[in-house]
């Protein structure tokens, strides 16, 4: 079975402080595809990024930046220098080797940032 | 690119009527997911479509969902005698499979509420 675990249920920051989102999967899969979203209140849900299971490089993208390790199946997400409008829920979601594509995702953490 | 939409919005509705929700895709792509999501809960996925064709359902759509995509266009989401909990926000996304991104774009969701 295919699960996504996020443990922290909400976190709590000042702004400019740097914040790091944990995401352990589960999958029998050789081949996957690991995805964070984010969500503001306003509901819809924002694609971030998507990783396949042979690309473990970790990426950068302005603040944002995410770190694949397959040995510990973990997809961590880390924002730098957190600004109030990083405030949201964010995903991280399993897509398998079966070509639906479907996704399945964790029970997300919920992110404030105080100013 | 005027991305994935949904109609309506919000659809408050009396226990034991039937529901149509309608999920309008990026135009140029051929899959298209419906999801639902409860409060605090990440989004869980309920079938999907490629082109016209209902490739796969979960166990969570019972009887009383149906979708349906004529044409490989717009699909449809029927819940018939709804039930209290049947209340959540359904998601819907689409992708290409085209291009091997995988990359679903959600739309802004109808939020249901069963009084």
């Known amino acids: 079975a295919q699960k996504v675990t996020q443990a922290q249920t909400e976190i709590s920051v000042v702004e400019k402080e740097d914040v790091t989102l944990d995401c352990v999967y589960e999958?029998?899969?050789?081949?996957?595809?690991l995805f964070w979203y984010k969500q503001p209140p306003s509901g819809e849900l924002v694609f971030l990024i998507r990783r396949n299971s042979f690309d473990e490089q970790n990426e950068i993208s302005g603040r944002y930046s995410w770190n694949f390790q397959k040995s510990t199946s973990s997809f961590n997400f880390t924002i730098t220098a957190s600004q109030v409008v990083d405030s949201a829920v964010y995903f991280c979601?399993?897509?398998?080797?079966?070509?639906?594509?479907?996704?399945?995702f964790g029970q997300g953490t919920t992110l404030q940032v105080k100013p | 690119d005027t991305g994935v939409s949904q109609d309506p919005r919000h659809k408050i509705t009396k226990r034991g009527q039937n529901v149509t929700f309608r999920c309008d895709p990026i135009?140029?792509?051929?899959?298209l997911y419906w999801y639902r999501q409860t409060l605090g809960q990440g989004p869980e996925f309920l079938t999907y479509f490629q082109n016209e064709a209902q490739l796969e359902k979960s166990r969570l759509l019972s009887d009383r969902f149906s979708a349906e995509r004529p044409k490989g266009s717009f699909s449809t989401l029927e819940i018939q005698r709804t039930e209290q909990g049947d209340s959540a926000m359904y998601l819907c996304a689409s992708s290409s499979t085209r291009d091997f991104s995988y990359e679903q774009y959600f739309g802004p969701g109808t939020r249901l509420t069963v009084t």
């Open positions: 135009s140029e792509h051929n899959r």
């Open positions: 999958t029998r899969d050789t081949t996957y595809y």
């Open positions: 979601a399993l897509s398998g080797s079966g070509n639906t594509g479907k996704l399945i």
